[in-house]
């Protein structure tokens, strides 16, 4: 079992940053792959980024490309998204996600394993 806890998330004003963590415990040697999604209120879960644990591979979803980078320590068990230029669309609940295959993948059933989830709200 995998264990993932978010932290960072808060409320910001449009334009600003904030960087999510995603602290990964437990059967970490299962994990080959972590990745970030978000829902906002009546939508579906959505890609944001995700990256590969034992290769340099990283995918940032078009809509927060240029704005979000995705990095890891595979030393730390950690995984970050920076956000910055925050826009109010990007509010959400972000999810830490982490998966047994080394590939990337930006569908929500490639990923074995969750956190709960950190707010983000950004305002106008």
């Not at 970030?36 to 990283?58: I, L, T, Y």
């Not at 890891?72 to 920076?82: E, F, H, I």
């Amino acid at each position: 079992q995998v264990h993932l806890v978010e932290s960072g998330g808060g409320s910001v004003q449009a334009g600003g940053s904030l960087r999510l963590s995603c602290a990964a415990s437990g059967r970490t040697v299962s994990v080959a792959s972590m990745g970030w999604f978000r829902r906002a209120p009546g939508k579906e879960r959505q890609f944001v980024a995700a990256v590969s644990w034992h290769r340099s591979d990283a995918y940032v979803a078009d809509s927060v490309k240029g704005r979000f980078a995705i990095s890891r320590d595979t030393a730390k068990d950690t995984v970050w998204l920076q956000m910055n230029s925050l826009k109010p669309e990007d509010t959400a609940v972000y999810y830490c996600a982490a998966g047994p295959d080394a590939r990337i993948f930006d569908r929500p059933a490639e990923y074995t394993w969750w956190g709960q989830g950190t707010q983000v709200t950004v305002s106008s």
